[in-house]
């Protein structure tokens, strides 16, 4: 099962205890999966059409806990693709239909579609929350946080979309933006910070703490990763340096001989020989007296300008000698 698909059963299991929050709930769920229906001499009726049964479940519950009217779940297989099962809630029609659509913000004073959210369906923390999780129950996702972090809550209403995104950001901690996908629009959160705050604000608990577990590990492992490629580099940069200052030194050794150096060149020329896998500062406390790291770094540098230069002779004396045959 999907982390998408846990959430939403978790937060079907919620039933909220005031009137007011169960109303901006459903709501919130109609106009994400819902349909008006128009049957000639019964007016306007509801359909809500979900392909998860702990969603249809909830929108019942909902339903029943608010209005007096017959609800019915049908429930279809699907015969093409997955041939998943489609749950299918029926309101049905009534004359006053129209009346409740309008109380849920589905159809305006007039009668038309409204594509804005009713101001008295959230004007209350708790119904906010729970229009949220409305939203989040009929239209929502959320990537598992294993991956890349992204929620959000499709829609086919630029309007309603912007409506959902000023909704979300009334809390400070939250950022909501409007994205676009073929002919559809998404609100989205982008951000572990932020999707951890929605999780919470709508009441999915389990899923937070499944979220900030996973957020916990995830982060551990990324330290560890940069520590073990810092130490890494770190590693092949000495290995580099070490092998480069042998590699002086024995070309010095080669040509003129370590004893025509300086005595303080000598004496670190042998205990690199000696110590090829150490670093500058050990280097520099294995010297009688100890020498900082500065001092060792400045006498291998010294080391390498003797050998680059040694080098550069016998490359010219080579090239001399060469032109010398060919005459």
């Not at 309101?91 to 008295?120: C, Q, T, V, W």
């Not at 995830?218 to 940069?237: D, F, H, I, P, Y």
């Amino acid at each position: 099962m999907s982390f998408s698909m846990q959430t939403k059963d978790e937060l079907s299991r919620i039933m909220p205890g005031r009137k007011c929050c169960r109303l901006a709930e459903l709501a919130a769920l109609i106009r994400a999966d819902g349909t008006i229906t128009i049957t000639p001499g019964q007016g306007l009726g509801l359909s809500v059409r979900t392909e998860n049964a702990s969603v249809a479940r909830k929108t019942f519950r909902l339903a029943k806990h608010i209005f007096d009217f017959e609800v019915q779940i049908i429930v279809e297989r699907k015969t093409r693709l997955k041939k998943k099962n489609l749950y299918r809630v029926n309101f049905a029609h009534r004359s006053e239909m129209e009346m409740h659509m309008k109380k849920l913000g589905i159809l305006n004073e007039e009668g038309g579609i409204d594509y804005s959210i009713k101001k008295n369906l959230v004007k209350n923390n708790c119904c906010l929350r729970s229009y949220l999780r409305g939203a989040f129950l009929g239209a929502g996702s959320v990537s598992k946080p294993e991956g890349s972090y992204h929620l959000e809550i499709i829609t086919g209403s630029l309007e309603y979309a912007e409506a959902l995104t000023d909704l979300m950001n009334r809390f400070d901690s939250l950022s909501a933006k409007v994205g676009s996908r073929k002919k559809l629009y998404f609100v989205y959160l982008k951000g572990s910070d932020q999707i951890a705050v929605f999780l919470n604000l709508i009441g999915a608990h389990q899923a937070l703490l499944s979220f900030e577990n996973t957020r916990i590990v995830k982060g551990m492992r990324n330290q560890v990763n940069r520590l073990v490629n810092c130490e890494t580099a770190n590693l092949s940069k000495t290995v580099n340096a070490s092998l480069k200052q042998i590699e002086s030194i024995r070309l010095i050794d080669r040509i003129i001989g370590l004893d025509k150096l300086p005595a303080r060149l000598r004496d670190i020329a042998g205990l690199r020989l000696e110590n090829p896998d150490a670093s500058l500062k050990e280097l520099g406390e294995l010297m009688d007296p100890a020498v900082g790291k500065s001092g060792v770094n400045h006498r291998m540098r010294k080391l390498e300008e003797i050998g680059e230069e040694l080098m550069n002779k016998k490359t010219n004396f080579l090239r001399r000698k060469k032109q010398k045959e060919k005459r």
